[in-house]
């Protein structure tokens, strides 16, 4: 992101976009800005947001339990996971700059060190961050330059959530605003749609 103002921002992008196209827009904050593309030119392009915004409020975290981070990638494909003795294939959830979320019951732990070899990414030598619930937070311990994974990136297939759905089959009723209660909804609905391809 190059600037922001109340009502868009300018960001270098790395992928092509068409005029009018609906965004939804991740912050480190963990906020996320609905916005749709005002104009294009080679790898730059200038975004209006739905709503105005409060710039200084969209990077302050919503809650002292949420920590600025770098935007995730969800994913549905799996990485080679390794320790210093056990070598396993594991779905890979989400990826980032920083780090990612695979799932894996048990085989580390808090503070290991491991490595992730994900397909076309180089070898990602990490520590464990957590472990809940079959589910392993991974910190990396080089950050992946952005140009890599945005690259890497648009060769993948990332996770198509109901949101994203909703946003190319219509548009938002007038005076509808991407609020945190709206935003939750739409989280809650994706927990129970992923479950299943079938619906």
Same mark, same amino acid.
């Given at each position: @992101?190059?600037?922001? +103002?109340?009502?868009? @921002?300018?960001?270098?992008?790395?992928?092509?976009?068409?005029?009018?196209?609906?965004? /939804?827009?991740? $912050?480190? %904050?963990?906020?996320?800005? /609905?916005?749709?593309?005002?104009?294009?030119? *080679?790898?730059?392009?200038?975004?209006?947001? #739905?709503? =105005?915004?409060?710039?200084?409020?969209?990077?302050?975290?919503? %809650?002292?339990?949420?920590?600025?981070?770098?935007?995730?990638?969800?994913?549905?494909? #799996?990485?080679?996971?390794?320790?210093?003795?056990?070598?396993?294939?594991?779905?890979?959830?989400?990826?980032?700059?920083?780090?990612?979320?695979?799932?894996?019951?048990?085989?580390?732990?808090?503070? +290991?060190?491991?490595?992730?070899?994900?397909?076309?990414?180089?070898?990602?030598?990490? #520590?464990?961050?957590? +472990?809940? %619930?079959?589910?392993?937070?991974? $910190?990396?311990?080089?950050?992946?330059?952005?140009?890599?994974?945005?690259?890497?990136?648009?060769? =993948?297939?990332?996770?198509? +959530?109901?949101?994203?759905?909703?946003?190319?089959?219509? %548009?938002?009723?007038?005076?509808?605003?991407?609020?945190?209660?709206? !935003?939750?909804?739409?989280?809650?609905?994706?927990? /129970?749609? !992923?479950?299943? *391809?079938?619906?």
């Amino acid at each position: @992101m190059k600037n922001i +103002s109340r009502s868009g @921002m300018l960001a270098r992008t790395f992928i092509p976009l068409e005029k009018r196209d609906k965004q /939804l827009i991740e $912050f480190r %904050s963990g906020r996320r800005i /609905l916005g749709r593309v005002a104009w294009t030119k *080679d790898d730059v392009a200038g975004f209006e947001f #739905v709503d =105005k915004v409060d710039p200084d409020a969209i990077f302050k975290p919503q %809650s002292f339990e949420i920590l600025p981070r770098t935007p995730r990638l969800e994913l549905d494909i #799996v990485a080679r996971f390794e320790t210093e003795h056990i070598m396993a294939m594991v779905p890979l959830l989400d990826i980032s700059q920083t780090g990612a979320k695979i799932e894996c019951h048990g085989i580390a732990r808090t503070g +290991s060190p491991v490595t992730l070899h994900v397909e076309n990414l180089a070898r990602l030598p990490a #520590v464990v961050r957590w +472990s809940d %619930s079959g589910q392993m937070g991974l $910190f990396f311990k080089n950050k992946i330059p952005l140009a890599t994974l945005a690259k890497w990136a648009c060769r =993948k297939k990332p996770r198509r +959530s109901l949101i994203d759905y909703c946003l190319d089959q219509a %548009s938002l009723p007038a005076g509808a605003r991407l609020d945190e209660d709206w !935003q939750d909804l739409c989280r809650q609905i994706d927990t /129970l749609t !992923q479950t299943s *391809d079938s619906g």
